[in-house]
């Protein structure tokens, strides 16, 4: 069975620093990774995803995340955050066998940037 | 587009009584998804439709719950009776070709509160 793990409750940092979103999966075979950001009262957005091909992905609003299959992790990245990328992230993965309806999300990660 | 549209955004309800959820997704997606988001559980997978067939309801916690796709542009799920342990967001997502490319798009959620 696919699993997703966010090791961290909720991040901090300083406005203009780097800023790292850690994920760990556990998938039989290649995984399909993705990460989603949720503002208050609002529904999910895809930030990026890793299909295949080159291991660091780029997204929207500035993030990349790099596939590591040795370590199982994507971790989300921002070399510079903004106060206004304070908000819940969520990692998801899918099983190479499984259909695309069933991505397993993580319990996600709160950000917090301070000005 | 104006995005996927659920409504009610809010909906606080009584016990035993009956609550229908609506879902309007982006024109052209194939894919609908349901999911429920609680503290305590996270993300969860309700039930998704494809070309308006649902493929794959095992996420529908019991038979009080159903959901419908009568047309590519509408779903419905209804809770009946509802209760407290029901309370939670329920979020609405569509998606082109299973995501693959854009990932999904997300609703802005129903806040239910049974009472």
């Known amino acids: 069975a696919q699993s997703v793990a966010q090791p961290e409750d909720q991040v901090n940092v300083a406005e203009g620093n780097p800023l790292t979103v850690k994920c760990t999966y556990s998938v039989s075979g290649n995984p399909y990774l993705f990460w989603y950001v949720q503002y208050p009262n609002r529904g999910l957005q895809f930030l990026l995803k890793?299909?295949?091909?080159?291991?660091l992905v780029k997204g929207s609003y500035g993030f990349e995340a790099e596939f590591n299959k040795s370590q199982t992790s994507f971790h989300l990245k921002k070399p510079s955050a903004l106060v206004s990328d304070s908000a819940l992230y969520f990692c998801?993965?899918?099983?190479?066998?499984?259909?695309?309806?069933?991505?397993?999300f993580g319990a996600g990660t709160q950000v917090v940037v301070t000005p | 587009d104006a995005g996927v549209i659920q409504s009610p955004r809010h909906e606080v309800t009584e016990m035993g009584q009956e609550v229908t959820l609506r879902c309007k997704p982006i024109s052209g997606h194939d894919y609908l998804f349901w999911y429920r988001q609680t503290m305590m559980r996270g993300l969860e997978l309700l039930i998704y439709f494809n070309n308006n067939v649902p493929i794959d309801d095992s996420g529908m916690p019991e038979d009080r719950f159903s959901a419908k796709m009568p047309n590519a542009s509408f779903s419905t799920l209804k809770i009946q009776p509802s209760e407290p342990r029901d309370s939670a967001v329920y979020f609405c997502?569509?998606?082109?070709?299973?995501?693959?490319?854009?990932?999904?798009?997300f609703g802005s959620g129903t806040r239910l509160t049974v009472v």
């Open positions: 890793y299909i295949t091909g080159d291991n």
């Open positions: 997502a569509s998606s082109l070709r299973e995501g693959r490319q854009n990932g999904y798009t």
């Open positions: 998801a993965v899918r099983a190479p066998t499984d259909s695309w309806g069933k991505l397993q």
